[in-house]
């Protein structure tokens, strides 16, 4: 985005501007209702009350910024055509507003997009055109696309109507929480997060806006240190939501002076969150999504105006998404369950002799680990001429506690089991 464009959408009247957005999204995009959080109030110490925009149409926040968008457009130019590109939430937002406001979609995606997600963005009516290995290729196209034949092109983030859609969920939790202290969101391109802490900021500018990102996404960790926009060479994360390499222009100006700081999360942290959610709160959240729930914990530690305030906490975490296919909800949940001791595998050595497998399986029976596999190698033990054979096992267990019991049956029955994960 061009200084000149940046600096004209700054000066723009951002109150009436978001409330106008307000009234666009009536009766399309969802006022996603609070959800209180015991488990993580009680986990974190302080009342944490979850924005949940994972249940909004399409399963995104995406839509209201891709409806507002769509709606600040005049009868002319909706005629030209809707483009943009993208592999995920944003596309089915662009698809479903554009069926709504009667305009032809053209959606470009990389090829090698999941067919579910594709599926997914040709059921709210738009034409789906696979091109590019990588996202990058893909948006060319689609530039390509709107300056060859017209068509309108909805950015992802970096644009203004774009971002006060997103910040209608700002004003959503400044109406349903008034006493709301922390507002903590998931910052990719930064369309969010920008338009949150505009709206925040505009009404209620006392209340904290804490960002949150994964480790190996540093490009907001890079260009909020460095005052400037400064991509990141390499992004490495599972929360594909947010694995941008550079920050928008406009929504960098707008977080480099409205965002109170910025907490960094690991892949452990995210897989833990989404298990929670599914485990506690019957919800499924995107890695994405998950992003600002991983910070709750670190708050104290790692956001210095978080922790040097005073009186009580209410946070609100915003649940950006839940659109994940059932693979990768799978894997997360293997994931999650690992790091938290409920999945354990073991290697250990046994006696090449008839009854060692079930004396092994009736020990892990009487400490109640539920045996989830077994492989049992003659050809893998330590020493290849001796009489032993090497037996590995993966156990569903109810945490460390329990993990520690198992081993210690294990030893005493003259067993030396290592814990491979």
Known sequence: MEQKDVLKALQRDHAAELKLAAER???TAKHTEIIPSPQLSELT?????LKPENLQVTGSFKIRGAYNKIASLTDEELAHGIVTASAGNHAQGVAYAARERGARATIVMPQITPPLKVDATKAYGAEVELVGEVFDESAAHAQELSETKGMIYVPPFDDYEVLCGQGTIGLEILEDVPNVTDVVVPLGGGGLGAGVALAIKTFKPEVRVIGAVPEGSPAWKNSLAAGRVMPADQVLTSAEGVAVKRPGDLTFALLNEFLDDLVTVSERDINEMILLMLEKHKLVVEAAGAVSLAA???????SRKFA?????????????GGNEDT????AVIQKGMIARGRIMNFEVELPDTPGQLVKVATLLAQERANVIALNHDQFKASGHYTNAVSLGVTVETSGP???DRVFAALRSAGYSPKRIY
Request: proline residues 3%; hydrophobic residues 45%.
């Open 401 to 403: 506690d329990h993990i």
């Open 25 to 27: 999204l009536k009766g």
């Open 308 to 320: 040097a305030a005073g009186g009580n906490h209410v946070v609100v975490p915003i649940l950006s």
């Open 296 to 302: 709750l914990e670190h708050l104290n530690l790692r």
């Open 45 to 49: 110490g302080h009342e944490i009350l």
């Open 327 to 330: 693979v990768s909800i799978g």
